[in-house]
């Protein structure tokens, strides 16, 4: 079965840090982009960050610049999302991504992606 599952959300305070982590099955991920990306309540999901298979091209959205860092261990097929001095407006569910389409650069829009997670919590309290 080809799944990903998210894992590392919490309930933490403004200022913590998490290290969200996707596991990934059934398939040989090392060949494709992958992305992280979240959904607040009453809103749409967006776009967090994302990153190549070889892991030289990675792309973050404005606001979370200079606090996330996107990686991945192809060794391990799995996907880590470092988040660094966490703000009450992080607090969503982050969901991770594959890209089985092929191309290098990877892309922000949740519909270029074809299996996603189930997605994990992560609350951050002022």
């Known amino acids: 079965q080809v799944q990903l599952v998210e894992s590392g959300g919490g309930l933490v305070q403004a200022g913590d840090s998490l290290t969200l982590s996707c596991a990934a099955s059934?398939?040989?991920?090392?060949?494709?982009?992958m992305g992280w990306f979240r959904q607040a309540p009453g809103k749409e999901r967006e776009f967090v960050a994302t990153?190549?298979?070889?892991?030289?091209?990675?792309y973050y959205t404005d606001s979370v610049k200079g606090r996330f860092t996107i990686s991945r261990d192809n060794a391990e097929n799995t996907l880590y999302l470092q988040i660094d001095s966490l703000k009450p407006e992080d607090t969503a569910v982050y969901y991770c991504?594959?890209?089985?389409?092929?191309?290098?650069?990877?892309?922000?829009?949740?519909?270029?992606?074809?299996?996603w997670g189930q997605g994990t919590q992560v609350t951050v309290s002022s």
């Open positions: 991504a594959a890209d089985f389409g092929g191309t290098y650069y990877p892309s922000s829009e949740p519909i270029e992606y074809d299996l």
């Open positions: 990153i190549s298979w070889d892991g030289i091209r990675t």
């Open positions: 059934g398939r040989t991920f090392s060949r494709y982009a």
